[in-house]
């Protein structure tokens, strides 16, 4: 059986919308033509509460993909929402889909109107013939919950059939920055395959000796160097333990880093300019084209003497321009945003980066309510709630 493996749409993404319609359509639409079956794990949406627009959109693209002529069909499935179709594409919630205990999510909801399965907190069977497998979904939760979420569900491989086991968190591995994010080792053992969303490149490792995939979104978000090999979904096939990394068209990306040292406006003005028109070239297409710069201007020449703006605004309609100009100013700076500028929270989201901060803050202050301050973050992150969660927390806070 032939299990393609596609995450992180982020349908609705503000910036490039279109871009993340678009690719996600076409990885989903490759992978039902040369896949048995495709697992997602994890942010098919941008945000939790989509509007109706970003919605109909995720409804037709998915229901096209349930028409199609499926070889494969999902046989059984014991997770925490029932299962309305037996199309073999499999999905789990991810962190951009988040909701605060007890409310539906946006992938819960396509769950319900049948076009694929919810396999939260559970196992779905998929059957093609002769052959089964099995796939056991953890939605993404609070980074420092997901070790006990693990024990609670206790996730177990099921004899006879290929398992694989499909979470949405960070990896200690992969971004050594918190003790709460798990360690590729306290995953659960047996499983024939593992595979994370949450990530937005392509990573290939090992766990427990076996596979250990992550695709990589299908759209371009946090504009770093590891998102400039190319989009694309992985093809896993069960019989041989084989698989491959099949591309889709998407965006061309490209990060020129240029140092500003001793420069006039005007020389590193051009020399922007440069790096710009080698990175269009001639390809006809509008490619994303961030400019890192470094280092101090001439003595003398600050860097609002250089109109950054200008120089973007020259390539409308051939580049989408984004200038970074760190190191540039003699602003001042704390460890978190040298943290920030040399990389090191590479692969982090800005909220993740930002709930990591809210949680060890409460933690400092010795925070002693009983909702856990990520549950805290949650609630305080859904609009709508905020009041009732601030009502909440100060009764809570001034009643003991
Ligand atoms: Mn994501």
Wanted: cysteine-free; aromatic content about 8%.
């Amino acid at each position: 059986m032939k299990i393609a493996i596609a995450s992180d749409f982020h349908l609705g993404y503000d910036r490039f919308r279109e871009d993340a319609f678009k690719q996600a359509e076409e990885a989903l639409e490759a992978a039902s033509k040369v896949a048995d079956a495709i697992i997602i794990p994890g942010d098919v949406f941008d945000m939790r509460v989509p509007k109706p627009d970003v919605l109909a959109e995720a409804i037709n693209l998915f229901r096209n993909l349930s028409k199609k002529d499926w070889k494969a069909r999902v046989i059984e499935v014991k997770a925490a929402n029932r299962a309305y179709t037996s199309v073999p594409v499999i999905a789990i919630p991810g962190t951009h889909e988040r909701r605060a205990q007890g409310a539906e999510n946006p992938v819960n909801l396509l769950g319900l109107a049948g076009l694929l399965v919810d396999v939260s907190d559970g196992y779905a069977v998929i059957e093609k013939g002769s052959e089964k497998a099995m796939v056991f979904g953890i939605g993404g939760v609070a980074e420092e919950r997901f070790l006990d979420t693990i024990t609670g569900l206790n996730p177990k491989p099921m004899p006879g059939h290929f398992s694989i086991f499909m979470f949405h968190q960070s990896a200690y591995e992969l971004l050594p920055f918190s003790d709460d994010f798990i360690h590729l080792d306290q995953l659960p053992v047996g499983f024939d395959l593992y595979v994370n969303g949450h990530i937005h490149n392509r990573v290939e490792k090992k766990v427990h000796g076996k596979n250990f995939l992550i695709p990589g979104s299908t759209v371009l978000t946090q504009l770093k160097d590891g998102e400039q090999e190319g989009k694309g979904f992985f093809v896993f096939d069960t019989s041989t333990g084989m698989y491959e990394f099949h591309k889709i068209t998407s965006r061309r990306f490209v990060v020129a880093k240029l140092h500003a040292d001793g420069k006039s406006a005007d020389e590193l003005g051009a020399e922007i300019r440069r790096a710009i028109d080698a990175a269009v070239g001639s390809k006809g297409d509008v490619p994303i084209v961030r400019v890192e710069v470094d280092g101090s201007l001439k003595k003398g020449v600050r860097s609002i003497d250089v109109d950054f703006q200008g120089i973007a605004k020259e390539y409308q309609g051939n580049a989408l321009v984004e200038i970074v100009k760190p190191g540039m100013e003699s602003i001042e700076t704390n460890t978190d945003v040298e943290a920030l500028r040399k990389g090191s929270l590479e692969n982090m989201s800005v909220k993740d980066y930002g709930l990591g901060i809210f949680v060890e803050k409460l933690k400092a202050s010795k925070y002693s309510l009983d909702i856990s301050p990520s549950e805290l973050f949650e609630l305080l992150s859904e609009d709508a709630s905020k009041d009732k969660v601030l009502k909440k927390a100060l009764e809570q806070l001034f009643s003991s």
